[in-house]
């Protein structure tokens, strides 16, 4: 029964992206786009790194990540690349506002991180993906 609930759930989200893929194309120069990438697949890479952390129980380790790979530390690693190379730059402004937020939300979960407090910790997580579905669901480069 949950296998079969699984697979409709699966057809049904398939056929609502085809059909219904209402995101805003951006377009960017093609060494924007691929410096976008490396950064997306790095970003993924902390986000299960540092559920593995938290898991552990190693959460101030969990919030040091956060801090370093997606919150303000992040920021501002291709600020001395050529304007094509750079993602940010070819952003709509409420697109670029979304990775901000990301960024800001990034390093509040690391402030919660850093006391050390699992529980609290643990209730933040969600805050570390919510940047990453709002922009996903609304913006495409290709
Ligand atoms: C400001 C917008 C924005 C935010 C925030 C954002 N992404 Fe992305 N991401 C994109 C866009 C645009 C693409 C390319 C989509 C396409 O192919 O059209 C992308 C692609 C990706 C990819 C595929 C990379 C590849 O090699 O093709 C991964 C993985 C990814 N994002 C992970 C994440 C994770 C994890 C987060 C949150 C920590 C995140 N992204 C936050 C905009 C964003």
């Given at each position: ?37 490396v950064?997306m697949r790095a970003?993924l ?98």
């Amino acid at each position: 029964m949950k296998t079969i609930l699984i697979g409709a759930l699966a057809l049904l989200a398939g056929t609502l992206h085809a059909a219904d893929d209402g995101r805003q194309l951006v377009a960017m120069p093609a060494a924007a786009e691929a410096a976008l990438r490396v950064e997306m697949r790095a970003n993924l890479l902390a986000i299960n790194e540092i559920l593995g952390l938290v898991a552990a129980g190693k959460i101030t380790e969990a919030g040091e990540v956060a801090e370093k790979e997606l919150g303000h530390s992040a920021m501002g690693k291709h600020r001395s690349q050529p304007f094509d190379a750079r993602p940010g730059p070819h952003m709509p402004a409420a697109m670029h506002a979304i990775g901000m937020e990301g960024h800001q939300a990034a390093s509040d979960f690391a402030r919660v991180a850093a006391s050390g407090d699992r529980d609290k910790t643990i209730t933040a997580l969600p805050s570390l993906t919510s940047g990453c579905v709002a922009c996903h669901y609304a913006y495409r480069i290709r």
